[in-house]
């Protein structure tokens, strides 16, 4: 069996389907809120949603399908223009070979970003071609369920008034979560009122859904050592699950220090990539619950390494986002501890709808996820986009 053909193709449609387009104008903080004029919506300054799908074709017909982000086209074009060569007339199977040569190939302008999101969606593609192939779903490949169904938290909670925040609360503890995750408002650029407010905010919370309710909050990487390390002191009473990304994904000084002295679990990793990344996370103790996400750290072959460097570290890992090769990972993997999920507010009903960009990814139903037992990944597309090898 020999790789025939490979194709990335450029989507200018979000990864996260109708989640994307629901957070584009509602406010939060982010990486950019020091800068006025980008403070708020992300819509000021993300780059337009786009997305990038892998077809790795056989020379006997079968195809393995992965994704990933594609800002401004630019891992299509790593994929096609590059990466493509050490596919074609390969063993589709010697996927750590691929990945090593993949990885290695591409470190004049790789090593993280938009190379790292290449590797990993034509990794996920051969996880599914392999799936196929044998005729086995993915989850089993990884050496079975750890864990059926999959606990999910819900991921969402932008503040707009209390009547919305609380209903949305309560409305995912009704559902059956056993977890949910809000977004801070504000940073350093609004000072301590600011600060205030997003403690009022993380109390709201806790006063909503009582203290049998995992809650987490998410700081989208907009916040200083300076400003984490007072209002995590001041958010010790409410007993967060965990922060997420308080700073800029570059400053392991600022998060080992953080994490010295933060009554308040950190967690981070969305922004980071493969083992060498994450190997500096965890012996320096920057960081309490790792969290990479599969179409950028690298795909499944790059995850179980990280895996490995937290579960011998005693970390957990809550992986980034939402999707079916994710799905089949966090089913696998001991290490995991659930699966993040973007269900719609209920105050957004029934303006939007819990789509997804692929067919035949599961939703939760009472705050659990059960993965298909279909070959590969399991997901089908709405749309053809594939032909046939000439
Ligand atoms: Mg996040």
Redesign the pocket.
């Known amino acids: 069996m020999r790789i025939a053909r490979v194709r990335a193709t450029n989507f200018e449609s979000s990864a996260w389907g109708d989640f994307s387009e629901r957070e584009a104008d509602l406010p939060l903080v982010t990486a950019m809120a020091i800068h006025p004029e980008y403070r708020h919506p992300i819509s000021t300054w993300r780059p337009a949603e786009a997305m990038c799908i892998v077809e790795v074709q056989t020379d006997d017909g079968l195809t393995g399908i992965g994704w990933c982000e594609d800002y401004c086209g630019a891992t299509s074009r790593i994929v096609n223009g590059h990466l493509s060569r050490f596919l074609i007339g390969a063993d589709p199977r010697e996927i750590t070979k691929l990945w090593d040569l993949m990885y290695r190939g591409s470190i004049p302008y790789g090593r993280k970003g938009a190379a790292l999101y290449g590797i990993s969606a034509v990794d996920i593609a051969l996880w599914d071609l392999r799936g196929k192939h044998l005729q086995e779903p993915v989850y089993q490949l990884l050496g079975g369920k750890v864990r059926d169904p999959i606990p999910a938290y819900a991921s969402h909670l932008h503040y707009l008034d209390d009547d919305r925040f609380c209903a949305e609360a309560e409305d995912y503890v009704k559902q059956g979560y056993k977890a949910m995750k809000m977004r801070f408002r504000h940073g350093p650029a609004d000072g301590l009122p600011g600060m205030n407010k997003n403690i009022e905010l993380v109390k709201l919370l806790r006063d909503t859904v009582g203290d049998s309710i995992d809650i987490m909050a998410?700081a989208?990487m907009g916040w200083t050592l300076e400003y984490a390390r007072r209002i995590t002191r001041r958010l010790a009473p409410y007993d967060l699950k965990w922060i997420?990304?308080p700073l800029l994904p570059d400053d392991l000084n600022g998060f080992i220090e953080l994490r010295r002295t933060s009554p308040v679990p950190i967690a981070t990793g969305?922004h980071e990539y493969t083992r060498y990344g994450f190997e500096l996370l965890i012996k320096n103790n920057a960081v309490d619950i790792v969290q990479f996400d599969m179409g950028r750290v690298g795909g499944f072959t790059e995850a179980r390494r990280v895996c490995s460097l937290a579960n011998a570290a005693g970390l957990p890992v809550c992986t980034?986002a939402y999707g079916l090769p994710t799905l089949h990972f966090v089913a696998a993997e001991p290490a995991c501890l659930m699966a993040e999920y973007f269900p719609v507010p209920v105050w957004m009903k029934p303006d939007h709808s819990e789509t997804d960009f692929f067919d035949g990814a599961p939703m939760p139903r009472g705050g659990n996820i059960t993965v298909s037992d279909e070959p590969g990944m399991g997901y089908k597309f709405d749309f053809q986009i594939q032909e046939p090898v000439s």
């Open positions: 998410d989208y997420e990304e969305e980034h």
